[in-house]
């Protein structure tokens, strides 16, 4: 009697450290203690493919998939499955990024899209039982091959499928064996390479795990075409599930004559022994794995002749990796045709790659040649984990290359990887975010390379350990330009001397990296920046070194956590006269650089901190600001008094120069006054702020334009320098129909005239269209004028670039957002704006940006009712009001075009900084700009030579951590902010979120990790 449903419980060794076997106990208990035994079939299986999401269970013949079970799981799903024949969505799988989970295996998007070949029988058969590989066919092609085809015969179908080698090189599997076959001598031998010594790679133990017969038939077969009776299986020692369950296989199938004398009576003879190799990387090359069978050294010799001719004891030797003999039994079973018509004209077939790294679908996939990296990194991969950008794809193993993400839509086939500078190799396919750096990963992968380098040849011997000292410089910040001449010259040379593959691939992961992030390369040596914020040698602490005002932010988080504030705020006013301002409105990349937060921790609040300090100033009375070291004669006017302005000032008052600062604003500030609403940035916490820089001689002048009250040239004439920082104050058009409504009013332009105290009139039901900070801002002000506000977005909200609590804040205050809607056409009627006309959108490929591309779906416009629309989708510097003249040079992108070093415009004595510079940026971006224009403009007038000095980041003294004991490590939890009620938010602008208690600023800060404690003593500055 047939079983009801067969329990597939996945038994791979990823799945049994996750505790599958307990899973697997506590099933087979509660079958039996509910009498299922003759209902219910339980069958241990090898990789499912999705193993990172393990323990597995796959319930057939419907093909409901359960993930991620733990023990105390089984009695509920024994009782709502197996009994009521209730699927339990709770323990099914849902995307990354969104909450309904989907029931079946072959709808995840991780299976479907994929085409099983060599991994046929995954998750289908109890690799234990040859019984259940015979009843998929199994053994029917060596059968077909042994009693009706003639060894000839044989290798022909294997050339005309146009199956190439899965190990690495892509030689033709048919030719190889052919060649073997014509060779003279005897006895002739086949061999398995199932060493796979890559980092992060499991291809072949988990095809060894899950099927270990097809890879005994396909020897089997290709024993007999090449006239072999000997086979070896040569398997590193450290996989023991693989090895057990291979010798389970061989035993059964010499039980069944499968292996041994006459074979299905055909008089041909084949035995199989395995080898346990002691797990040397140089083994997977041929000669080398050779060697160890023979009991020799693992060393390379060179080539010819090749194993074909001269290879186990001398004699002709074929050796294919575990994913190629998979391969035979179909290929004679479906034929040539069948097989050839898969894949590239010259990448047939399939190829299984093992899919790690920064990736959400982590796990075995078997796909056609010819896919493209972005349909396997994203569509079946399932993109990137906590919102991150993808940096780049490195396949072949350690020696092979990366590729950038703008080659995402590239064909993965043999030719095409190569061109890129990448190789296929065996299949190992590693995914990196925005946090790997590459300077970094490319060292990793020469360590590796480096040590199991068998030293016979010199090129590879010496050249892999210059190469990788010469990395090591480069990551210390130690780098000269030259390093890069070296790291190619030398690369190629390595390549072309080298007697084997390992040494004629190992440069790949430089000489890839160098052809396409040489930018990453340049920035660790020129700039002393590592992107990533890994390179220990260049930076402190990833905050600190993200910041751009490179704040000490280790330092004081730590005498917060020890209660000094008065000292934490001396170190925070070092590197930022605007920290009551900073503290609340900084996009705080910081943060999301925290090793704290990796992983979906939780990063340390630094931006509160920062504003608990800041807040602490004020309210204390404390004066801690640094003083002006003396009185100079020159004086410097900048016009603009945003972030950039007000930084440049404070920095050249405090090098004694006489500052003014020319606002074109009735009310200092720039777009901190007038594009931040009060509930986010209190006017008398900026005003503050900016009293505090008057103090040290800054003049403000109000009203007056440069351009229109004073020209750039009259300033010129009359200070000694100018520094201009008009910020971006011009919202973007639409360009949509409609728009030049006077009910249409650009987000920016209403924040303005409302911070300013002037009367703004807007109806009763309003629309804003974008997803960045002006968007949320103008959204949440018009709502707490009473209107019915709600937000379209042409994407989905893990899109949306503005600040996640302020999304979260307006969706809490009433504010609709409706996603995936872009407007069309504005609506009107007798002179009146009635409404927006919007499409709805669908997420399309994957950008440059990182982010899927909003696509219309046509046919799907929908309008909807409102009296006031205003676009939030960006804003450009207003340059017709300074009349540049001639001398400035203006870019495309209508910004003021610098030196992007020193900031000097190419005009004697006018520099230039800031978002009128950069285009629309953050606030602490303009600030760093302002301190760079500050130190060069001192230089300038000084006569010095104008130019940044780069150096590495370092803390500016050493705070020690303070010690916590067990109990206070486990309870300590990143507190939540603060925030006025929504009742009291009604109908005002008061400030939202309230700040830290001194008890927990104290307690987050307890919770930083102290990066910068890991530098020696001598790297803190004195």
């Known amino acids: 009697m047939p079983y009801r449903a067969n329990a597939m419980i996945c038994t791979c060794t990823n799945c049994i450290s996750n505790g599958s076997l307990q899973i697997k106990d506590a099933l087979e ?45 089984i009695p509920h799903l024994v009782e709502e499955h197996f009994l009521k024949g209730r699927p339990v969505r709770d323990l099914m799988y849902v995307p990354p990024g969104e909450q309904a989970p989907i029931p079946e295996l072959r709808a995840i998007p991780f299976f479907k899209d994929q085409r099983l070949i060599a991994l046929r029988n995954r998750g289908m058969i109890d690799p234990d039982k040859i019984e259940e590989y015979i009843a998929r066919d199994g053994y029917k092609a060596l059968a077909t091959a042994l009693t009706s085809m003639d060894p000839e015969d044989v290798i022909e179908t294997i050339k005309e499928a146009g199956l190439r080698g899965r190990g690495g090189a892509g030689f033709p599997t048919g030719s190889k064996w052919e060649f073997c076959r014509k060779s003279e001598g005897q006895p002739k031998y086949v061999i398995c390479n199932a060493d796979e010594g890559d980092p992060g790679a499991f291809m072949d133990r988990s095809i060894i795990e899950a099927d270990p017969h097809s890879i005994l038939e396909g020897m089997a077969i290709g024993a007999y075409a090449i006239g072999a009776s000997k086979g070896y299986i040569y398997v590193r020692i450290e996989y023991p599930l693989a090895i057990e369950r291979m010798e389970t296989a061989v035993s059964q199938a010499r039980e069944y004559g499968l292996l041994g004398e006459d074979i299905f009576g055909s008089g041909f003879d084949f035995d199989v022994d395995i080898f346990r190799g002691a797990g040397a990387f140089v083994c997977g090359e041929e000669t080398s794995l050779i060697a160890s069978i023979e009991g020799r050294p693992p060393e390379p010799h060179i080539r010819p002749p090749f194993p074909a001719q001269s290879g186990l004891w001398e004699k002709p030797t074929n050796i294919n990796n575990v994913e190629t003999w998979a391969n035979i039994p179909v290929i004679i079973n479906w034929g040539a045709t069948w097989f050839s018509e898969i894949g590239t004209d010259t990448s047939k077939g399939t190829k299984v790659f093992s899919l790690a790294g920064n990736i959400n679908n982590a796990g075995l996939v078997e796909v056609p040649m010819g896919i493209t990296l972005r349909e ?25 290359g990366f590729i950038p993400r703008h080659l995402l839509d590239m064909p993965v086939d043999y030719e095409r990887l190569k061109e890129v500078g990448a190789i296929m190799g065996s299949g190992g396919m590693v995914v990196m975010d925005e946090d790997t750096c590459i300077v970094d990963i490319a060292k990793y992968f020469l360590e590796f390379t480096n040590d199991e380098s068998c030293g016979k040849c010199t090129a590879c011997r010496e050249g892999s350990e210059v190469l990788l000292k010469t990395l090591e410089k480069i990551s210390r910040g130690e780098g000269e330009d030259e390093d890069l001449v070296i790291l190619e010259e030398l690369g190629n040379a390595i390549k072309e001397a080298s007697m084997c593959g390992l040494g004629q691939t190992l440069p790949n992961p ?10 990453e390369y340049e920035a660790h040596i020129k700039y002393k920046r590592c992107p990533a914020a890994v390179c220990k040698g260049i930076i402190s602490s990833p905050c600190q070194h993200t910041c751009p005002l490179e704040q000490d932010v280790p330092c004081y988080v730590g005498l917060i956590a020890q209660g000094k504030f008065e000292e934490a705020i001396e170190i925070v006013r070092r590197e930022n006269p605007l920290p009551s301002v900073c503290g609340r409105v900084c996009n705080a990349s910081c943060e999301a650089k925290c090793r704290a937060g990796e992983g979906g921790g939780d990063a340390i609040s630094i931006r509160s901190l920062k504003r608990f300090l800041a807040d602490y100033e004020r309210e204390k ?14 004086r410097v006017a900048v016009v603009g008094s945003g972030p950039a302005g007000l930084t440049c000032a404070y920095y050249l008052a405090l090098e004694g120069y006489s500052v003014t600062i020319l606002e074109s604003l009735p009310v200092a500030g720039g ?35 440069a351009g229109k009250d004073m020209q750039i040239s009259e300033l010129r004439a009359k200070y000694d320098a100018v520094f201009v920082a008009t910020g971006a104050h011009k919202g973007l058009k639409m360009r949509i129909e409609g728009e030049e409504s006077p009910q249409v009013i650009d987000a920016v332009d209403f924040l303005r005239e409302l911070n300013l105290g002037r009367d703004v009139k807007i109806g009763e039901k309003v629309a804003v269209i974008g997803g960045g900070d002006a968007a949320i801002d103008a959204a949440r002000v018009a709502k707490r004028m009473g209107k019915d506000v709600k937000i379209l977005y042409r994407r989905t909200r893990r899109e949306m670039p503005a600040a996640k609590e302020e999304i979260e804040e307006a969706i809490k205050e009433g504010i609709e957002i409706q996603f995936l809607a872009a407007p069309v056409r504005v609506l009107s009627g007798n002179g009146r704006l009635t409404g927006i006309e919007c499409i709805r959108m669908e997420l399309g490929d994957v950008d440059r940006s990182g982010r899927r591309r909003p696509v219309p779906i046509e046919g799907s416009e929908f309008a909807v009712e409102i009296d006031t629309l205003m676009p939030a989708i960006g804003q450009e510097p207003d340059l017709s009001v300074l009349s540049i003249g001639r001398d400035l040079s203006v870019s495309e992108r209508n910004t003021i075009e610098v030196c992007q070093e020193t900031l000097s415009s190419g005009v004697e004595g006018v520099f230039a900084g800031g978002d009128v510079v950069s285009g629309p940026g ?16 001192h230089k300038y007038i000084q006569e010095l030579p104008v130019e940044w000095e780069y150096k590495v980041t370092r803390p500016a003294a050493r705070v020690e951590a303070v010690e916590l004991t067990d109990e206070e490590i486990e309870g300590l939890k990143k507190p939540s902010m603060p925030l006025l009620s929504l009742g009291e938010r009604s109908g005002n602008f008061q400030e939202v979120e309230l700040g830290f208690t001194e008890e927990m600023a104290v307690r987050e800060a307890k919770r930083c990790l102290r990066c910068d404690l890991e530098l020696v003593e001598e790297d803190v500055a004195s």
């Open 29 to 73: 208990a509660e079958i039996q203690q509910r009498d299922l035994e003759t209902d219910i079939l339980i069958v241990p299986t090898g990789a499912s493919g999705l193993c990172v999401r393990g323990p597995i269970l796959i319930v057939q013949p419907d093909g409901i998939f359960y993930q991620q079970l733990k023990k105390e799981d």
């Open 376 to 400: 396997i990194v994203y569509d079946i991969g399932g993109g990137i984990p906590w919102g991150k950008t993808l940096k780049a794809v490195q396949t072949g193993g350690p020696s092979g």
């Open 510 to 519: 430089v000489l890839s990296t160098l052809l396409h992030f040489r930018d």
């Open 621 to 634: 009375g404390l004066d801690v600001a640094p003083k002006p070291k003396q009185t100079r004669p020159e």
């Open 671 to 705: 777009m901190l006054a007038v594009g931040i609403p009060d509930y986010r940035l209190p006017k008398d916490i900026l005003n503050w702020e900016i009293e505090c820089i008057k103090k040290l001689g800054v003049e403000i002048k109000t009203n007056t334009t």
């Open 922 to 937: 953050t606030v602490v971006s303009a600030m760093a700009h302002g301190k760079i224009a500050a130190e060069m403009i």
